[in-house]
């Protein structure tokens, strides 16, 4: 496969842009290789600077649930740009968002609009601390909230891909806040909250960890923790930048029926426009400027084009079957490639929720960040590279989810199948 022009492309970006990219994620550095430069997608597929063509599974990294480019999406935010990108003002798009989303995810009573994961959770708990009065958080190892200081402990697949579990430039003492406990493990939860008595603000989870590949939580563990948050008045934060509108239309928290006090959303709702949201009870959201005193703004925030987007794609996911579509065909793809790794004699464990999957290279079980971080890296690389020249594209790291959307068709998966059986037997 000629990758020439993204070669030549990677060359001049790092003259410009440190590393090349402008997200580290994007490097092909733990897999060893340079990224490729994407000119366009559509549907299923995306086609990079030399004209190669790929199935793609990272779909933006999660926001791309019907596929690119989905015509609706697309109708959508041509029609609003004719009218103004930005007013720094509101508009009526904002509440039509904002009343899908509380109609949608059980926890959020009230919603306020921002432009990235990121600005969510960190809002999300800086609204936890002004409304409980408390400073300490506990996250959990291996689960990524986005890059603000206090979150970047511990903190899943860009950090774990290469090897800064902790940045440089962050302080020591804006880390110390934040407490760390293993996922899945509520006994490491139980011994945090038991030593730092009424002193923690809020525990924030991914409900479906997908930051360190896929790990589902176990049975009683979502269950365990709104248990303990409701006894010792700590609020439970969901980060489901990337479950929610994914693994169900109201996110892991409709799926498991587990309901908490607040919620971070992303991805999904800006239909691939630059979006963030935090929610949650009216009682707590009521603290947040301007009708209480935690402060929080954005110059684009609730941006009419990003508004269009997530509401013409939170249109299309609401159809009728729409999930139940989309499980079938990300059941087949997991599974298919499950079997084949199997048929070629490689160790694998594969995890699955709806429409996330992953492929971990271990033998053994995998529930919580140690587990992961026992995967062979290096023959995850090698597979990488073997799936790419199939036309397969998927994320250049082993401790990231695969993505499956709506336009993915069965001729698709089909073929994906084939390229991960040809990928096994060649490095087996
Ligand atoms: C992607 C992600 C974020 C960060 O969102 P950005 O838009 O990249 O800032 C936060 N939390 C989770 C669970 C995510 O997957």
């Known amino acids: 496969m000629n990758h020439q022009r993204s070669s030549m492309l990677f060359h001049q970006a790092k003259n410009s842009i440190p590393g090349g990219v402008n997200s580290p994620v994007r490097a092909f550095k733990s897999v060893g290789a340079d990224p490729l430069f994407i000119k366009k997608a559509s549907g299923p597929y995306i086609y990079d600077e030399d004209d190669n063509s790929f ?3 990272v779909g933006s990294w999660g926001p791309m649930i019907v596929g690119h480019c989905h015509p609706d999406v697309v109708a959508a935010v041509k029609q609003t740009v ?8 509101p508009t009526e798009r904002e509440i039509t968002l904002a009343d899908m989303v509380i109609d949608a995810v059980p926890s959020i009573e009230m919603v306020r609009m921002v432009s990235s994961g990121t600005e969510a959770t960190m809002s999300a708990i800086r609204l936890a601390r002004g409304y409980t ?8 190892s291996g689960c990524y909230h986005g890059h603000a200081d206090a979150l970047l402990v511990k903190a899943g697949s860009g950090a774990a891909t290469f090897g800064v579990p902790d940045s440089p430039g962050v302080p020591a ?28 603000a809020c525990i924030i989870v991914e409900p479906v960890a997908g930051n360190m590949g896929t790990v589902p939580p176990q049975e009683g563990f979502l269950e365990g923790l709104r248990e303990m948050c409701s006894n010792e008045g700590i609020v439970l934060i969901f980060d489901e930048v990337m479950s929610g509108f994914r693994v169900a239309y109201g996110g892991a928290q409709e799926l498991y029926g587990v309901t908490p006090d607040m919620t971070t959303l992303g991805k999904i709702i800006g239909g691939g426009l630059p979006v963030g949201a935090f929610g949650g009870k009216r009682e707590i959201m009521e603290k947040l400027s301007p009708s209480g005193g935690v402060y929080q703004a954005g110059t684009l925030s609730g941006n009419p084009l990003a508004m269009s987007a997530g509401i013409a794609t939170l249109n299309i996911l609401k159809q009728p079957g729409f999930y139940q579509k989309l499980e079938d065909k990300s059941r087949a793809v997991a599974e298919g490639i499950a079997k084949a790794a199997k048929d070629a004699g490689f160790p694998l464990y594969s995890t699955r929720v709806g429409s996330m999957f992953c492929a971990f290279f271990t033998k053994g079980e995998v529930r919580d960040w140690p587990s992961a971080a026992q995967c062979d890296t290096k023959a995850f690389a090698k597979y990488f590279l073997a799936m790419l020249d199939e036309g397969i594209y998927l994320a250049p790291s082993q401790f990231e989810t695969a993505f499956v959307s709506a336009a993915h068709s069965e001729a698709d998966i089909e073929k994906t199948i084939v390229a991960a059986a040809r990928a096994f037997k060649q490095i087996a």
């Open 55 to 57: 199935v793609d599974y």
């Open 82 to 89: 004719d009218n103004g990108a930005s007013f720094g003002a």
């Open 133 to 140: 009065g408390r400073d300490n958080i506990i996250k959990f």
């Open 173 to 200: 003492d804006f880390a110390k806040h934040t407490l760390t406990a293993e996922y899945n493990s509520l006994d490491s939860v139980k011994a945090l909250v038991a030593s730092n008595k009424n002193s923690i």
